[in-house]
């Protein structure tokens, strides 16, 4: 089941570490797969299909149809059409307070310094499926896309064996603005989306959770194409304190842990008594679940109930751990978030469950994992979007600082580029110039203000 066990405990390190093995495999597996489909295009989706999920499709029946998305439209209950426009309302709303201004900006002296801000043109965008439904993965990776104003959204997601998509996921396809749906997933999906294919034009950035195969064909891709993150299985941290109600702690553990046997679970708590409690709820609440196969596996594998000195030290752990979604089931909860230093997302109080984040609160739930919230952020606008550089300066500025560019350029042996700034320095001054002020601060004026995005 779980063990209680101390923050000093070897055992934590080993938590922390939660690399997978199987990595070199499934890498060699994947460099495979990402050749064939660039040498074979569609044959090799088809085929790769074929293999690991059981459906027969040809070049020509990649693409989802208008037809069937409409088809889907009728096969969902209002239900959940209506539950799916309340989190596209919400993920909506929060995804518009991300949008940046391009802007520029006159020193006064003559320079005249910007940035253009411009969303990406064509991204892919996964989504898990084959035997499982994710229309909230489509919500929470398409609409900040449309916000940031992307044109196309290409969305892969495995098929089921006879062919077809989820019908939930097609609607929530059609209502997130996607341009374009391929039934394809793994390794062979991400290939397609890089390198493109007869049937499949090649996107700009792949966003988007996967398994293993998925993950490490976004990291051989990058560089052909920008990637979001490296996401890996999904994990919750709960830091509680003694007030902590156990029933919460362990429902929201298993939340997690039916997601995938290599999901993480862990408690830090300075309680043992509510660590003696929570261990109890996981036992009868796991007994009821319908995936308690595949949340008994993650507990087993990943949970824990570590016992801290006190919640200082557990802020500590949960700071080194980088957790995925991180729980601060505290009395205080906002006592203890300017403490917090790396989590994907962080939810404050016994009312803000992870799956609260997961469907309706607004913020993508694709956020980093494995540690990665060290140095990654979760999916949001910005990451459809590309920033570019302005630079302008008057002739009369440029005579000031001449001299000091050529100095640089000289010390790196680049005589070229000190000559292109010599030749203006050497040029007489032509009659009639522009003044400064006008080339700068009437331009400026022009962009600023201007801001990208459209839903």
């Not at 320079?111 to 965008?125: D, E, K, S, W």
Request: charged fraction near 20%.
């Amino acid at each position: 089941m779980i063990n209680i066990i101390n923050a000093g405990s070897p055992e934590v390190e080993r938590l922390w570490r939660r690399h997978p093995s199987g990595r070199e495999e499934a890498a060699a597996a994947v460099a495979e797969i990402l050749a064939a489909v660039k040498k074979e295009g569609d044959a090799a989706v088809c085929r790769y299909t074929k293999t690991f999920d059981g459906a027969a499709l040809t070049p020509q029946t990649l693409a989802v149809t208008p037809q069937e998305t409409a088809a889907a439209m009728t096969q969902v209950a209002k239900s959940f059409l209506d539950a799916m426009d309340l989190a596209a309302e919400n993920i909506i709303a929060y995804h518009r307070r991300q949008l940046v201004n391009s802007w520029c900006e006159p020193d006064g002296r003559g320079m005249f310094l910007g940035q253009l801000v411009r969303p990406l043109n064509r991204v892919g965008i996964y989504v898990p499926g084959g035997t499982a439904a994710y229309p909230s993965s489509v919500l929470m990776n398409a609409l900040p896309a449309r916000v940031a104003g992307v044109k196309e959204i290409v969305m892969a997601t495995p098929p089921g064996q006879d062919g077809r998509i989820n019908p939930h996921v097609l609607a929530a396809a059609a209502r997130a603005g996607v341009t374009e749906i391929y039934k394809m997933g793994g390794a062979q999906a991400v290939a397609a989306l890089a390198y493109g294919t007869a049937a499949i034009r090649p996107v700009d950035k792949i966003a988007g959770p996967g398994n293993l195969y998925v993950t490490l064909a976004k990291k051989q891709v990058y560089g052909v194409v920008d990637i979001d993150m490296l996401a890996g299985p999904s994990e919750v941290l709960i830091i509680a304190d003694a007030e902590a109600d156990a029933r919460y702690i362990a429902a929201d553990m298993l939340a997690q842990a039916e997601h995938d046997p290599l999901a993480a679970a862990v408690l830090l708590t300075p309680d043992r008594s509510l660590a003696a409690r929570v261990q109890s709820e996981l036992a009868a609440q796991l007994a009821r679940l319908p995936r308690r196969e595949t949340a008994a596996r993650a507990l087993a594998g990943q949970g824990a109930i570590i016992v801290t000195a006190d919640l200082e030290e557990a802020i500590a752990l949960a700071n080194r751990f980088a957790p995925e979604h991180l729980e601060l089931a505290v009395a205080d909860p906002f006592a203890l978030l300017g403490r917090v230093t790396t989590a994907g997302a962080v939810f404050l109080g016994a009312y803000a469950p992870e799956p609260l984040g997961d469907y309706l609160a607004g913020p993508s739930h694709v956020l980093p994992t494995g540690g990665t919230a060290r140095f990654y952020s979760p999916l949001g606008v910005d990451t459809f979007l590309k920033r570019t550089s302005v630079i302008s300066c008057s002739r009369e500025l440029l005579q000031e600082l001449g001299p000091s560019i050529i100095a640089l350029a000289r010390v790196e042996g680049l005589e070229a580029h000190a000559a292109a700034i010599g030749v203006r320095l050497a040029a007489e001054k032509q009659p009639g110039a522009v003044p400064a002020a006008e080339t700068t601060e009437g331009k400026a004026g022009q962009l600023n203000g201007r801001k990208t995005g459209a839903a």
